[in-house]
């Protein structure tokens, strides 16, 4: 017999079939009458199902003593209308099997309510509960309306490095690749020689597979990325990973305008798939951790989003009157807190910011006539700020060597960046989205550690 998944149990009717469930065991009633309640979940939805497990089972006596919270179960049996409150169908069991059994007094989660910080030590029993449950089903749903929205207008799906020799972002925030025996080396003093390491040079976890994307951008049209990503932030905040997933298309002929255009189409797209696709997950989130969440998507899907430069944004946020905990001026990087203030406060719904100052945007980036600008633009949502950061990028030869000078980068480190411009380049432009920031988004999580199965951070790297 064919497994049966208790999604499609609640989904569809089902009553009058025999199933085969496997799952693990919520809770556990039993009656004095030889009768016990079993609540059973195989993570399939938020919801359990009950099984109804009475003396006709064969072994009823023995089994019933095994089973726990945390137990799990194999049951066969027949699907019929409930006659209990909250629950239109249930399973009366023709044959349990306990496949393992779980010790009652040592299991960690009981039934009741554990703060996200326990939960982040439990991360191997954490995906249980009902929250992470969610949260696991919501981040496959965003992966999958991802590509489906990609691949659906011809996009290529590229898959980059994760060891590089290039610093994508210049600011050496990368984590070290090496071979080389660090407790000889500290016997020694002097440079390291890079040439007796396993790549014959400094190598280290890429930070974004754009520049490699670029290299397929220009040659097969429209790609995309979508693989993990490192940085070694020592930054221990809310906001912040050493270890996320990026999602990075590239591509070749489009300008800024059009840039800016495939961003707003794709965060609707994808916010509205999860939406259709996860509502009670979503309902379940709204209710427990953020009552406007379900409001704020909805805003998102229906509403253009705003459009203006960075500089007509400092000045209604230095004539705004609000108190901010980070001073604002032109030529300092925007702060979640202005960003907020923009999508929150102001608009009251989401703004893509263009023509940020040269002196804090990456090399790559098309500089503007006015030389103090450049072609760069961020999707800034409710509740996160930036979930988007991309560019127009530099495509002229001659202008992208000084930028890398500007930015105290050697341009024999990027000879082969540096020839896509001499052999046939155009304009072209992309784009990445974090989609730690994106679960974040949509479930109305406040930290970022709680919006990916194993969270890396400075300290942290269990599991």
């Not at 569809?12 to 009633?29: A, I, N």
């Not at 099984?51 to 089973?67: E, F, G, S, T």
């Not at 919501?138 to 659906?152: E, G, K, M, P, Y």
Request: aromatic share 10%; with cysteine.
């Amino acid at each position: 017999m064919p497994r049966t998944k208790v999604a499609q149990i609640l989904r569809e009717t089902l009553s009058g079939t025999e199933v085969d469930v496997r799952g693990w065991v919520r809770t556990k009633r039993e009656s004095k009458q030889n009768f016990a309640f079993l609540e059973v979940n195989d993570g399939s939805c938020l919801a359990n199902i009950q099984v109804v497990v009475d003396a006709n089972v064969p072994d009823y006596a023995i089994l019933i003593k095994q089973i726990s919270t945390g137990a799990s179960v194999a049951i066969i049996g027949e699907v019929k209308e409930s006659l209990g409150k909250g629950q239109r169908v249930e399973i009366h069991a023709r044959q349990l099997t306990v496949l393992g059994t779980s010790d009652a007094l040592t299991y960690p989660l009981q039934k009741k309510g554990h703060s996200l910080e326990f939960l982040r030590e439990k991360a191997h029993l954490r995906p249980r509960t009902n929250t992470f449950g969610a949260m696991a089903r919501v981040r496959n749903s965003l992966c999958a309306t991802i590509h489906d929205f990609f691949q659906t207008r011809g996009f290529l799906y590229v898959q980059t490095p994760i060891i590089t020799t290039s610093d994508c972002e210049g600011a050496g925030q990368v984590f070290q690749v090496t071979t080389l025996d660090l407790a000889k080396l500290q016997q020694f003093k002097g440079p390291i020689d890079y040439s007796r390491d396993f790549f014959g040079k400094k190598a280290g976890l890429t930070v974004s597979g754009q520049l490699e994307g670029e290299i397929y951008a220009t040659a097969l049209g429209d790609v995309y990325t979508f693989g993990p990503t490192f940085r070694a932030e020592n930054s221990n905040t809310t906001r912040h990973l050493a270890e996320f997933w990026m999602v990075e298309p590239e591509m070749p002929f489009y300008v800024l305008e059009e840039n800016m255009d495939l961003a707003e189409s794709f965060v609707r797209s994808i916010v509205k798939g999860v939406m259709d696709r996860c509502q009670a997950d979503l309902e379940f989130f709204n209710e427990r951790f953020e009552p406007t969440l379900l409001a704020s998507l909805q805003n998102i899907v229906e509403n253009e989003f705003i459009r203006l430069t960075y500089t007509e944004a400092i000045e209604i946020l230095e004539k705004s009157g609000h108190s901010f905990e980070y001073p604002i001026s032109w030529g300092n990087d925007m702060h979640s807190e202005h960003e907020r203030y923009l999508t929150e406060q102001h608009f009251k719904q989401p703004v893509i910011l263009t023509d940020y100052p040269r002196e804090i945007k990456s090399f790559y980036m098309r500089c503007n006539e006015d030389g103090k600008t450049v072609r760069a633009m961020d999707v800034l949502v409710p509740r996160i700020g930036e979930i988007i950061g991309g560019s127009q990028r530099e495509e002229r030869h001659d202008a992208l060597i000084d930028r890398m000078k500007e930015c105290h980068l050697d341009p024999e480190d990027y000879w082969w960046y540096l020839e896509l411009r001499q052999y046939g380049t155009v304009p072209h432009s992309g784009f990445g989205l974090g989609l730690e920031r994106t679960v974040q988004l949509v479930t109305g999580m406040t930290n970022i550690r709680d919006c990916i199965p194993f969270p890396r951070t400075p300290k942290s790297a269990e599991f």
